[in-house]
């Protein structure tokens, strides 16, 4: 076993206290397409066509066909061994939070009770009137755009997209989990969204240790105490 993963395991076996931040390439060996990289959706499409309260209003039945056909390639994905690796920690530590920026619910799927989801989550569609927020697993869904249940108006995706502000709510939970834990582990994230982008230096500068996992390093890999190179279906299971 590499030296790396040998000292990064040693220091999550010591800790009872761990926050976990995941981002897409931890469900790429489930197959669901991750954002950056040669084969990233926003390489494929436009962000700013798809992922905006701009194009929503525009186009809303265009940006339902999106996020169907993204519940279709979720709907046949399985959690893969990097999720359940976390399973097996979160059973194992008291302090446990894992944060997560993907919306496919692969880790609730693996088992993760603890979980704070940044950017919402695919199978919730929201009123763009009442605000109730209704779980939809339908794929294809049965009417593009849908409809709310409750008042009949146009739904949305419970999901954060850009310019939006994540509920502040969200913010402390997140920032409180990174206060209480002594380690926080980084699995599978570009680190170039905000506000997520920050959580493992604000982690950093408050005397946490800090280990990345990721395929490459990553623009904050240089301020982490230690990144190990990898898929995380695989190093996962060697570290936890
Ligand atoms: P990205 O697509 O930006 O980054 C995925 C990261 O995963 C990259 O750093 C890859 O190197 C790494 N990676 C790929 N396969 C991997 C594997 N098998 N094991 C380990 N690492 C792997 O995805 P995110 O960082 O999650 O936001 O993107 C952040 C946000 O940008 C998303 O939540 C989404 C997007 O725009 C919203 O939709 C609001």
């Known amino acids: ?36 990289g040669e084969e990233g959706l926003w390489r494929k499409f436009r962000s700013e066509e798809l992922a905006t309260q ?71 569609i929201r009123c763009t009137s009442c605000g109730i927020i209704e779980q939809n697993h339908d794929v294809p ?33 997140i920032l409180i989990a990174i206060e209480r834990c002594e380690v926080m582990l980084i699995v599978g994230t570009s680190g170039v969204v905000e506000p997520a982008a920050s959580m493992g230096l604000v982690a950093k500068h408050t005397g946490k240790t800090v280990i990345e996992v990721n395929l490459e390093t990553t623009p904050n890999s240089s301020h982490y105490d230690i990144s190990i190179l990898g898929k995380s279906g695989e190093i996962l299971p060697m570290l936890l």
């Open 54 to 124: 701009e194009a929503f209003q525009r186009d809303p039945k265009l940006v339902w066909e999106w996020y169907d056909w993204r519940r279709g390639l979720v709907k046949e994905a399985k959690p893969n061994p990097g999720h359940y690796a976390l399973v097996n920690l979160e059973n194992e530590k008291p302090n446990f939070t894992l944060v997560t920026q993907n919306i496919d619910g692969l880790h609730q799927l693996a088992g993760n009770r603890n979980i704070i989801e940044m950017h919402g989550n695919l199978w919730q």
């Open 141 to 173: 869904l049965k009417e593009i755009p849908p409809k709310c249940k409750n008042c009949d108006s146009l739904g949305r995706p419970n999901v954060v997209w850009f310019e939006e502000i994540i509920p502040i709510s969200i913010i402390d939970n």
């Open 1 to 36: 076993m590499d030296d790396q993963i040998k000292e990064a395991k040693a220091i999550i076996n010591s800790t009872s206290s761990i926050t976990v931040l995941t981002g897409a390439g931890i469900s790429a060996e489930s197959r669901i397409p991750t954002f950056r």
